[in-house]
């Protein structure tokens, strides 16, 4: 079985400038989450989609973040402008969903460098 | 809140030594997952406890979750080099909020 796959792997910008991260989890997971984790903390959650619906975002910094779902299978998510505090890993999992299997398969992440 | 705080941060033990993280809710848990994650690695899910008073074992993991649903903990005994990682406990029901997890090194 294939895993969530995130791309690109490593990415270094400079402040202000923009970047786009993309996940493709396991087929068949519904839902979808973006985490950032930044070096010593636990994973943050950003945002969560169910399908290609918003479950959660109250913790994406929506000026400057953005994040899609489109057709309820892949996901971009989005920083523009990049601040030099966005320096993390940003982690992509999927799973079956609430009521049905919670257990979360991660990507192998993005580690972004805004310098 | 929702958060959900860990205990220790860090432990360095002996290999052979046992090894137990906590992890502490001010509210009741619906559930609680334990994850580990490798140096330089990825979270892995390890086990989802539900049940109150629940216990799990997995060869020299047990896993705990107190009476009241507001506690869990994770013990390993016998440390190996290979259990060498971040632990985390996670909240669940409906979206996953991590803890700040206990970061476990070996001495060989």
């Known amino acids: 079985e294939a895993g ?11 402040k202000r400038q923009s970047v786009a991260f993309w996940c493709n989890p396991i087929s068949g997971h519904a839902t979808l989450y973006w985490y950032q984790q930044i070096l010593g903390q636990g994973p943050k959650l950003l945002i ?3 399908n290609n619906g918003v479950v959660d975002d109250s913790q994406l910094p929506k000026d400057r ?4 779902r489109l057709k309820g299978v892949d996901s971009t998510l989005k920083i523009q402008p990049a601040k030099l505090e ?7 999992a999927s799973s079956l969903g609430f009521e049905v299997d919670e257990k979360l398969f991660f990507g192998s992440g993005t580690q972004l460098s805004v310098l | 809140g929702q958060q959900v705080m860990q205990i220790p941060q860090y432990q360095h033990v002996q290999e052979g030594e046992d090894f137990t993280t906590y992890c502490n809710s001010s509210t009741t848990l619906s559930n609680i997952q334990w994850y580990k994650q490798r140096p330089g690695g990825h979270p892995v899910f390890l086990i989802q406890l539900v049940k109150s008073g629940e216990v799990k074992k997995q060869k020299r993991l047990t896993f705990q979750f107190g009476e009241a649903k507001k506690n869990s903990s994770l013990h ?16 669940g029901a409906s979206k996953i909020i991590f ?5 476990l090194s070996i001495r060989p």
């Open chain 1, 4 to 14: 969530v796959a995130q791309s690109p792997r490593y990415k270094i910008i400079e």
């Open chain 1, 48 to 50: 969560q989609f169910q």
């Open chain 1, 65 to 68: 973040f953005s994040a899609e």
């Open chain 1, 86 to 92: 966005d320096s993390a890993v940003y982690l992509c």
């Open chain 2, 76 to 91: 390993i005994t016998a440390t190996q080099t290979t259990d060498v990682g971040t632990y985390f406990c996670a909240r």
């Open chain 2, 99 to 103: 803890g700040s997890g206990t970061r």
